[in-house]
C-alpha cells in the first residue's frame, strides 16, 4: 500500500469514553483500517502493562506507545526505550519530598511509590498476582533509600498527582521545571507527568513513522490533553477533541467530536475511509 497512514491516539479522554471503554464501531473500523495496509498505535501517558492491555483490545496490530512516549512496543517486542537519568531522578526526588507529596515512579509493569499508593493500584496487583509475563503488574515501595537506589535504573516515567489542592502544582511544576534532565508535561488538572527530556510522545511518533517508512504528512494524531500537544503539532493531522484543553486545541489543525461520542471514529470515517 503506497499511500498508508500511521494513526496514533492518545486514550483516556480521546480513544475510551468516560466508562472506560471503546465502542465497537470504533474498533471495527480501526482494525478495517489496519486489514487495509493504514498502521495504527495507541499513544498513551499509562504504563506498558495498562496501555497494552487497552491497545490489544481495539488493534490486532499490536503497536503501543506508553509511558508518554519513554517506551514502545511492537507485538511485545521493544521498540524504544528511554529511561530517566539518575540525577534527574534524585532531583525530583527531593522536590516531592520538600513539597510533602506522593511520587510514582513506572516501568513496564511496575509501580514504584512513595508514601502510599492509590487503591485503583492496589486492586490491581492483588487482581495480577497470579498473572505473569506483559499482564503482571506490582507494587514496590521505595520509601526505603535501598529499594529506592535498586531500582532506579527501570524508571521511565513519573507521575504527581494533587487531589485535594491542585493549586499547589503550579508551584511544584515550577521547582520541576529547575530539574536537569527532565520535561513536565499534564493529562490532566491534578497531576504533573515527568518524563526524560529528550523523550515525549512526538519523538515515538516520529520514530514509529520513519520505521514504516510514513512521511509526517500521512500521519494523523489524537489527543486531548498538554502531553498530547507535541504528536499532534508533529503530525499532518494532528486531531484535538472536542473536549480538550484550548492549548490543544490550538496546537491542532483538525477538531473532532468529544470522546464519548466517537470522535476518533468519526473523523477517520470520513477522512480515510
Do not use: W
Not at 493531522?237 to 490550538?250: E, I, L, Q, R
Amino acid at each position: 500500500m503506497t499511500n498508508k497512514y500511521l494513526i496514533c491516539s492518545d486514550i483516556d479522554g480521546t480513544l475510551l469514553r468516560q466508562d472506560q471503554t471503546v465502542s465497537e464501531k470504533t474498533r471495527d473500523l480501526i482494525q478495517t483500517l489496519e486489514n487495509d495496509g493504514h498502521i495504527f498505535s495507541i499513544s498513551t501517558g499509562r504504563m506498558y502493562r495498562s496501555a497494552r492491555e487497552v491497545g490489544f483490545q481495539v488493534s490486532k496490530s499490536g503497536h503501543v506507545i506508553a509511558s508518554n512516549g519513554s517506551y514502545a512496543a511492537i507485538r511485545d517486542e521493544e521498540f524504544l526505550k528511554t529511561t530517566l537519568e539518575e540525577k534527574a531522578i534524585r532531583e525530583t526526588y527531593d522536590i516531592m519530598r520538600d513539597f510533602d507529596l506522593p511520587l510514582f515512579f513506572f516501568s513496564t509493569n511496575t509501580l514504584f511509590y512513595t508514601k502510599e499508593p492509590p487503591e485503583f493500584f492496589r486492586e490491581l496487583a492483588d487482581k495480577s498476582r497470579l498473572d505473569t509475563g506483559h499482564n503482571s503488574f506490582s507494587l514496590v515501595s521505595i520509601n526505603d533509600s535501598h529499594v529506592f537506589d535498586e531500582n532506579m535504573n527501570q524508571f521511565l516515567n513519573a507521575i504527581v498527582v494533587s487531589e485535594d489542592d491542585t493549586s499547589r502544582l503550579a508551584d511544584v511544576r515550577q521547582a520541576l521545571n529547575q530539574a536537569n534532565g527532565i520535561r513536565v508535561l499534564s493529562s490532566h488538572h491534578n497531576n504533573l507527568e515527568i518524563l526524560p527530556a529528550n523523550s515525549d510522545k512526538k519523538t515515538a511518533v516520529e520514530a514509529l513513522g520513519k520505521y514504516y517508512g510514513i512521511p509526517r504528512e500521512r500521519i494523523i494524531t489524537f489527543g486531548d490533553g498538554e502531553n498530547d500537544i507535541g504528536m499532534i503539532q508533529y503530525a499532518g493531522t494532528g486531531v484535538a477533541m472536542a473536549n480538550a484543553s484550548d492549548n490543544v486545541k490550538a496546537a491542532a489543525n483538525q477538531l473532532t467530536d468529544t470522546n464519548e461520542a466517537d470522535g476518533v471514529y468519526k473523523f477517520l470515517k470520513e477522512f480515510i475511509s
